[in-house]
């Protein structure tokens, strides 16, 4: 089991489904933890929602991979997740270490505690989520800062996803100051952007009402970062993840 952290205080729910759905068609079971003090999956994910978009904390099947939400931390009621997701597997008899890969959607200091990331099992993969609003990039380094003092080694090795990017020379070196003297590697191969794009934006809305991933929908630049994310943070071959990005596409 691999466990990919996706750290950033922007909304990544798209993100991340788009992801699971990819690794799904390449045969990978896999599972999306909202892990946000929002809990906006449950908005995401049709069956979620329930009725009357109640939620409540459960996990569910979404075109080919699991999502679990409502399973809130201690900034709620003081409960980890990790701890009332296990519950609930095995209430259910059901194994969390089953999955082939799980994919933390983090944007609270609370969840990055040093025990809480040993209680997933350890973190193999690091992604931060970022844009070029102040508010985010603030927080993102006080999410870095939070787990690089939780971590307590040398240079933490990540990718950075800029989701939705924007070119200003202002929000670059805000975000220099802000967060580039922390302890944190970015490499050229590992820094990848998403651009506005309407045919995204749509897909992305269609996602929240259908109860499929249409892939097919989105704009080549935006799949062609989505099989680079993939294969930075992931084991899986870049053959595998194309053969994969065309078998989502046709919508299986």
């Not at 409502?70 to 209430?91: M, V």
């Not at 931060?128 to 971590?151: D, F, G």
């Not at 053959?239 to 299986?252: C, S």
Request: hydrophobic share 40%; aromatic share 10%.
């Amino acid at each position: 089991m691999q466990n990919i952290l996706f750290l950033g205080a922007c909304d990544k729910g798209g993100l991340l489904l788009w992801l699971g759905k990819i690794m799904a068609s390449a045969g990978k079971k896999v599972l999306i933890i909202d892990g946000t003090v929002l809990q906006k999956y449950q908005f995401a994910v049709p069956e979620l929602s329930g009725d009357g978009l109640k939620g409540g904390s459960r996990v569910i099947e979404f075109d080919g991979f699991d999502v679990a939400s409502g399973f809130e931390h201690s900034f709620k009621n003081g409960t980890a997740i990790h701890e009332s997701l296990e519950s609930f597997f095995q209430r259910n008899n059901e194994q969390y270490t089953s999955y082939d890969f799980v994919l933390l959607d983090i944007d609270h200091t609370d969840t990055l505690e040093a025990s809480l990331l040993t209680a997933w099992g350890g973190i193999s993969s690091y992604a931060l989520v970022t844009n070029s609003e102040r508010y985010t990039i603030q927080r993102n380094a006080e999410l870095l800062r939070k787990l690089l003092q939780e971590q307590q080694g040398d240079d933490l090795q990540m990718v950075r996803i800029r989701y939705m990017a924007a070119e200003s020379p202002v929000s670059e070196a805000f975000m220099e100051t802000a967060a580039g003297h922390l302890n944190t590697v970015f490499s050229d191969e590992q820094d990848v952007e998403f651009y506005y794009d309407e045919m995204d934006y749509i897909a992305g809305v269609r996602m929240q009402y259908e109860n499929r991933l249409k892939l097919k929908g989105l704009s080549r630049s935006t799949k062609k970062t989505l099989l680079s994310i993939l294969a930075a943070v992931t084991d899986v071959e870049r053959n595998a993840l194309r053969l994969a990005l065309k078998v989502a596409e046709r919508g299986r």
